[in-house]
């Protein structure tokens, strides 16, 4: 019995020696600085393109965003159109009609989390466009299909007032002062 109760004392202290030890060298709070901003990215209220009933929710919607560049102040705009459910067929790419005029817009990301949003650049030239058209349509291409939407008076309306409001808000954000150390 007493050789058990010597062993249970040495190896009790051989582990608080070892914890001392081992934590004698480490540095417990360190300070981390925090990553500096590179950029400002602001987002638009969505607008949903087709809706069904409360169970099965209301999707597909479309939706832009903004990304200025600190550094540059050069900004970036995308439309973001984000699918309901589940595609099985990879996503090829987002078109937008402009009046008569179909526009295939650069996919830039395709984020696959619980819904799949397909963010695609929408070029200096195009911007302009948007505001001036009384039909928009939007077209969702996959490997098996392509989907046209044409958005109603409304949501034609609602859909410029997105982007204009966007716009006005990216570009009245002050430049942010980056510290790097």
Request: with cysteine; proline share 3%; charged share 20%.
């Amino acid at each position: 019995m007493e050789r058990i109760l010597s062993f249970t004392r040495i190896s009790s202290i051989f582990l608080l020696f070892s914890v001392f030890v081992s934590c004698s060298g480490t540095k417990a709070y360190v300070v981390t600085p925090e990553p500096t901003l590179e950029q400002q990215t602001a987002i638009s209220k969505e607008i949903c393109l087709r809706k069904f009933l409360l169970v099965f929710g209301k999707r597909p919607c479309v939706y832009f965003k903004a990304e200025r560049d600190n550094s540059t102040g050069l900004v970036q705009y995308f439309l973001l159109y984000e699918i309901g459910t589940f595609d099985v067929d990879l996503p090829i790419g987002v078109s937008l009609k402009l009046g008569d005029t179909w526009h295939n817009l650069k996919r830039t990301n395709t984020d696959y989390s619980d819904t799949i949003v397909i963010s695609s650049a929408i070029s200096s030239e195009i911007i302009p466009k948007v505001g001036e058209s009384q039909n928009i349509g939007i077209s969702y291409t996959n490997r098996k299909e392509t989907i046209n939407y044409y958005l109603s008076s409304g949501q034609t309306a609602s859909f410029q007032s997105n982007l204009s409001k966007l716009i006005r808000t990216i570009e009245s954000e002050p430049k942010l002062n980056i510290n790097k150390k």
